[in-house]
C-alpha cells in the first residue's frame, strides 16, 4: 500500500507538478538502477529539494530511498511524524547526537535504516539556508561512510529551488530550477575530515557545471 | 459529442486544409532532404538542423492540433505557452527576495488575461495587464516595504509580463474575434497565417543570411544578422503571404502590407531578446526544446508579430 502510495505520489504526481508548474528540469537517474545502495547527498534551500530528489528517482526504487529529516521538526507532533513516514518515508534523526541512548543517536538510526536494505537521501548542510549558498557541511555523513564504508555516495545539486520556496515562506512561485546528479563515489579515506572535504568538492564541481 | 470535442469541419474548409498540408509538405521535404544528404554526405553536420526540424515536427503537430480541431484547447495551449515564457524570462532576470508576491500576482494574471481573451470581452481583455495589472503590481511591490531595487523590479515585471502574456496572447485573441460573413476560415485562419509566417520569415532571413549574408546590420547584438538576410527573409514572407491570403479577410494590397509588418516586426523580436540574452549573458534561454534552447527563443519573434498582426487585422477587418 505504502509503496504504490509513494510510486504513484512521487513519479507521477508530483513529478508532473514540478516539472510543468514549478519548472524543474530534472536530471536523468537510471544510473541508480545499477547501485544496490547508496546515499544522495545534496545541497538544501527548500522544502521543495525532498520532493524534487525524490521525485527523480527510478519508479521501481521510489520506496526504498529515505530522506532524512530532522525530527523536531517533521515529528513535532504525533500527526506530523505519522504523516512524514508515510507520505515522505522519512528517517527522522534528532540534531544532536546521543551516547547514552544508542537508538536515539542519529548516526545509528541513519546506519539502521542502510542495514535494513534502505537508500538515503541527505542534505549535509543540515538545515535550509540561504538560496545559492552553501553552508558548511556537518560531519553526520562521514561518520556513516565510515562505518558502511562499502555504500557509495552520489551527489546532487540543485538549482533555484530557494527561490521557488524560500526557507521563510510557504508560497510555491514557479521558478526555472533544476536538479542535477553527479557519479556515485566512494569515501576515498576513513577520516572525517577528508570525506566532507570530498563531498563538497564534488558538490563544488557540480555547482559549477551547472551555471552556464 | 464529438463533434463539440474536435472541430473537424476543417477538412471540408478547403483552405485551411491546404495550409495543414502545405506546412506537413515542407517538413517532409525537410526530413528527406536532410536524411538523403546525411545519408550521401556523412561527414555533414546535420545534428542541430534535424534536431530543430524534428522539434519542429512536434510543434507544428501540438499546433495545427490544438487550434484546429478544438478551440478552447488552444486558449489552454497559447495560455500554456506564456507561463513558460514567462517563468523562463523572468528567471533569469534577478529578481529580489521580496518581489516574491508580486510576481506570484503577475502568475496569476496570464489565467485571468486568457479567459479575458477566451470569453472576448474586448474592453477587458485590452486594458487588463497594461493598466490594470501595470497600476496593481508595483502597489503589492510598495506594500512589502523593501525600496532597494525596487523601480527595477517595478519596470521589469510589467515588461515581462507585457512581452510574454499580453503579447502573445493576441494569438489566443484571433481565435475570439467575431465572424465576418463570406470569410469561412475565421480566427483560425487568421492565427495560420500569422504562426505560418512568422516561423517562415525566422527561417528566410536565416536561410538567406547564410547564403549571400555580408553586410551586418547589428553586430554588437546579433552578428548573424545581416541586410541580406533581412531584405531577402522580408520578400519572401511577404510573397508567402501574397499566397496565403485567402486565409485573411483583407483586400491583396492589406495582406502584402500585413505581411510586410510581419517580417519587419518578426525581427525586431527576435534581435530584442538577443540584446536581453546578451545583457544576461546566455546564448539560449533554456534546454526545453532541443536544437531551439528554451520556448522564448522560439516564440521571440511572436511575441512582437501578434500584436502588430492583430491590431492591423482588426483595423482593417473588424
Excluded: C
Amino acid at each position: 500500500m505504502k509503496k504504490i502510495t509513494l510510486q504513484l505520489l512521487y513519479s507521477f504526481i508530483i513529478r508532473w507538478f514540478l516539472r510543468v508548474f514549478v519548472g524543474v528540469k530534472f536530471d536523468k537517474a537510471d544510473f541508480l538502477l545499477k547501485e544496490k545502495q547508496f546515499i544522495i547527498v545534496a545541497n538544501h534551500n527548500s522544502h521543495l529539494d525532498t520532493l524534487t530528489i525524490m521525485a527523480s528517482l527510478p519508479r521501481k526504487i521510489v520506496h526504498k530511498v529515505r530522506p532524512v529529516a530532522a525530527a523536531d521538526h517533521f515529528g513535532k507532533t504525533k500527526w506530523k511524524e505519522m504523516l512524514s513516514n508515510f507520505f515522505i518515508n522519512a528517517v527522522l534523526i534528532q540534531r544532536k547526537r546521543d551516547k547514552e541512548n544508542p537508538e536515539n543517536d542519529p548516526i545509528n538510526r541513519m546506519v539502521k535504516a542502510l542495514d535494513e536494505g534502505y537508500s538515503l537521501i541527505l542534505f549535509p548542510e543540515g538545515t535550509r539556508g540561504e538560496p545559492e549558498v552553501q553552508q558548511p557541511l556537518k560531519p553526520g555523513i562521514s561518520y556513516v561512510l565510515i562505518q558502511r564504508p562499502h555504500i557509495k555516495y552520489v551527489p546532487a545539486y540543485m538549482k533555484g529551488m530557494g527561490k521557488a520556496m524560500p526557507k521563510d515562506d510557504n508560497l510555491i512561485v514557479p521558478f526555472t530550477s533544476s536538479l542535477t546528479y553527479g557519479r556515485p563515489r566512494q569515501a576515498a579515506s576513513l577520516d572525517t575530515s577528508d570525506i566532507l572535504q570530498q563531498i563538497e568538492r564534488d558538490l563544488n564541481r557540480l555547482k559549477d557545471s551547472t551555471i552556464q | 459529442m464529438i463533434e463539440k470535442l474536435l472541430r473537424l469541419d476543417f477538412i471540408h474548409n478547403d483552405d485551411i486544409l491546404f495550409v495543414i498540408l502545405l506546412i506537413f509538405g515542407i517538413l517532409i521535404f525537410a526530413s528527406t532532404l536532410f536524411f538523403i544528404v546525411g545519408w550521401i554526405k556523412p561527414q555533414a553536420k546535420l545534428g542541430e538542423l534535424k534536431a530543430r526540424t524534428n522539434s519542429w515536427w512536434v510543434m507544428a503537430s501540438l499546433f495545427i492540433g490544438a487550434t484546429i480541431v478544438n478551440h478552447t484547447l488552444a486558449y489552454i495551449a497559447i495560455g500554456m505557452l506564456s507561463f513558460v515564457a514567462f517563468r523562463e524570462l523572468y528567471s533569469v532576470l534577478d529578481f529580489r527576495a521580496s518581489d516574491r508576491r508580486a510576481i506570484f500576482w503577475a502568475f496569476v494574471a496570464i489565467p485571468i488575461q486568457y479567459y479575458l481573451a477566451y470569453i472576448g470581452w474586448y474592453g477587458a481583455y485590452i486594458i487588463f495587464i497594461p493598466v490594470g495589472m501595470f497600476l496593481f503590481l508595483p502597489m503589492r511591490l510598495v506594500l512589502k516595504g523593501n525600496t532597494d531595487g525596487i523601480i527595477q523590479s517595478m519596470s521589469t515585471l510589467q515588461w515581462v509580463l507585457m512581452l510574454t502574456v499580453f503579447g502573445i496572447s493576441h494569438m489566443a485573441y484571433l481565435l475570439s474575434l467575431p465572424e465576418i460573413s463570406g470569410f469561412s476560415s475565421g480566427g483560425r485562419g487568421l492565427l495560420l497565417f500569422l504562426v505560418f509566417l512568422t516561423e517562415i520569415n525566422d527561417v528566410m532571413q536565416f536561410t538567406w543570411g547564410k547564403l549571400f549574408g555580408k553586410h551586418k546590420i547589428i553586430p554588437k547584438v546579433s552578428p548573424n544578422k545581416t541586410w541580406e538576410g533581412f531584405i531577402g527573409g522580408v520578400i519572401s514572407t511577404t510573397t508567402f503571404g501574397y499566397f496565403l491570403g485567402f486565409l485573411t479577410p483583407l483586400s491583396t494590397y492589406e495582406v502584402l502590407f500585413v505581411s510586410f509588418a510581419i517580417a519587419v516586426s518578426g525581427f525586431v523580436g527576435d534581435i530584442v531578446m538577443s540584446s536581453v540574452k546578451r545583457d544576461i549573458g546566455v546564448k539560449d534561454m533554456g534546454t526545453s526544446i532541443p536544437g531551439h534552447g528554451g520556448i522564448l527563443d522560439r516564440i521571440d519573434s511572436l511575441s512582437y508579430t501578434a500584436p502588430v498582426f492583430f491590431h492591423l487585422v482588426y483595423y482593417m477587418a473588424y
